[in-house]
């Protein structure tokens, strides 16, 4: 039988995506819209590292996940100063924006202020997350469905386009195959009952993710949080 909405394909694609073990958050904002599905993996190992830190609050604002990942590591013995901090983030944030983020990733325990007023990363967990995948589900090839998949890379490691069985397969013939393959988009064929990959995407390296990535999987954190305790 044909899907005739993209919500009858969510069953059989949440269903695909929970047998891998992963967290996953439908109708997830973005930046440039919402994606239908946010899924990830997290590494068990740092977040218990990150427990132990003492962090059990999430990070908070893409901003301050950027300084974060900015800092220098305690272990390393460097420091970093405010002005350095707008200059490295392209003035994105004024003085007193960042200064107030390093006052939040200070109390919150992901920092520190050493006595000369320079900051330092308390670290031990980064990256949180092993994969992170979006799905993105089309009842046919549409004109902007690579557009879409594409940009999603920005925030996950894995980017799938979704569609019933029969347009799936079409889609990774000859032509359309190298489309896909060029944007490093999986495809993924959808039945009533289950899901199959037609195109395994391009992952990224272990440990190679964007701050939008990091943000993005640190906004299941509570749900890492729930799930080890």
Known sequence: MAFRLEQEMHPPVLKWLQKQGLFVREEFSTPWG???????????????????????????SLVRMVLLEMLPDVTDRRS??????????????????????????????????????RYQKVNGWMPLHKRAVAVEL??????????????????AGESYVA?????????VLARNREKFALQGIGVLAVSRRAC?????????????????EAYSVERLWRDFMKADT
């Not at 901090?85 to 202020?113: H, I, P, T």
């Not at 395994?200 to 939008?212: K, V």
Request: proline share 5%; charged share 30%.
């Open 163 to 171: 569609m019933p069985q029969e347009i799936a397969a079409r889609c």
């Open 80 to 117: 970093a100063r405010i002005e350095d901090l707008v200059n490295r983030s392209g003035n994105v944030a004024g003085m007193c924006d960042v200064e107030g983020e390093l006052d939040k990733l200070v109390q919150r325990r992901f920092a520190r202020r050493t006595r000369s007023g």
């Open 138 to 155: 089309k009842l046919s090839k549409t004109s902007d469905v690579l557009r879409q998949a594409s940009a999603n890379r920005e925030f």
């Open 196 to 212: 199959r990959v037609l195109l395994r995407p391009t992952s990224r390296r272990a440990g190679d993710y964007t701050p939008l």
């Open 34 to 60: 919402v994606c239908d599905f946010f899924a990830v993996s997290p590494n068990k190992r740092h977040v218990r590292n990150r427990v132990s830190l003492g962090q059990r609050e999430p990070v908070g």
